[in-house]
């Protein structure tokens, strides 16, 4: 059995101390504060309560009792799932049933993330609001709930039908979203916001777009020799930007290239050059 009761921590008539909740158990005692507090003159030691005549008495001896009830109910509760009870467990437990953690809907959490990532790079921020925004429309518009549990491979599906069918964007404007969804997601589940794992399916992925090389051939540089240019600076530049794509070098490597990298065979010419 357990005994609870309550007392101030210290008796003084005249100073105000915070009331605690002595919990005695197994020959162990745990003191938990209430967060009343009370000086000796208005506190009365038989009843455990404040005095009827202290103004909004009513109100603070039924926060007591509420405090009491909560805290035997979480002692009963550990014994019950024959818990092992220590004071930093029984701590824990009142604080969490009197102080229940504060819960979040996928909307306000990523809306709080993005507060706490002010130090990310502006990219990345960006990708943040766009990828909320979006979710947000897609909801709207589509009527499919976003919560943290219905994120999963229905709502990877529907929201790859709104971006890329509806909406017209790209598979890489889709990627993204996945992308920092999956953020999102994995950052609440690591505080407990959520236990859903369907977001880490194999299918719910990101999808990286392949881009074509982008190149001029001789031809493309051909047309760019033949461009009548009246500014001598871009004509240089011109000229430059020739000599580099058809040495295949780098636009750092120049300064390396003087006259003696240019040798004369017979007819021909030849490119000496290290890189």
């Not at 921590?9 to 158990?25: A, G, M």
């Not at 599906?157 to 909406?167: A, E, G, P, R, V």
């Amino acid at each position: 059995m357990a005994n609870f009761n309550f007392y101030l921590k210290n008796k003084e008539l005249s100073k105000e101390s915070p009331v605690r909740l002595h919990i005695t158990y197994n020959s162990k005692e745990c003191k938990l504060y209430t967060g009343l507090k009370s000086n000796g003159k208005n506190w009365n030691p038989r009843t455990q309560e404040v005095k009827n005549s202290v103004i909004q008495s009513t109100e603070k001896n039924k926060r007591l009792r509420q405090f009491k009830q909560q805290a035997e109910s979480v002692y009963l509760q550990l014994v019950n799932e024959k818990i092992e009870i220590t004071n930093s467990l029984l701590k824990e437990k009142i604080k969490e049933s009197i102080e229940p953690k504060k819960t979040y809907d996928f909307f306000e959490y990523f809306e709080e993330h993005i507060e706490n990532s002010k130090h990310l790079a502006k990219s990345t921020l960006s990708d943040y609001n766009q990828t909320l925004q979006t979710v947000k429309n897609f909801e709207k518009e589509t009527k499919y709930r976003v919560t943290f549990e219905s994120i999963n491979l229905e709502f990877y599906s529907d929201f790859q039908h709104y971006i890329l069918d509806i909406k017209e964007d790209a598979l890489n404007t889709f990627s993204k979203r996945i992308k920092t969804i999956k953020t999102i997601m994995r950052a609440a589940l690591d505080r407990d916001y959520h236990n859903n794992l369907k977001y880490q399916h194999r299918d719910f992925k990101t999808t990286p777009v392949v881009y074509k090389n982008m190149y001029l051939n001789t031809t493309d540089l051909q047309k760019l020799i033949n461009v009548k240019l009246s500014d001598p600076k871009l004509d240089k530049s011109r000229d430059l930007f020739i000599l580099l794509c058809f040495f295949g070098i780098r636009t750092s490597d120049l300064v390396q290239i003087d006259k003696n990298s240019i040798i004369k065979s017979h007819d021909n010419y030849l490119f000496n050059y290290k890189s």
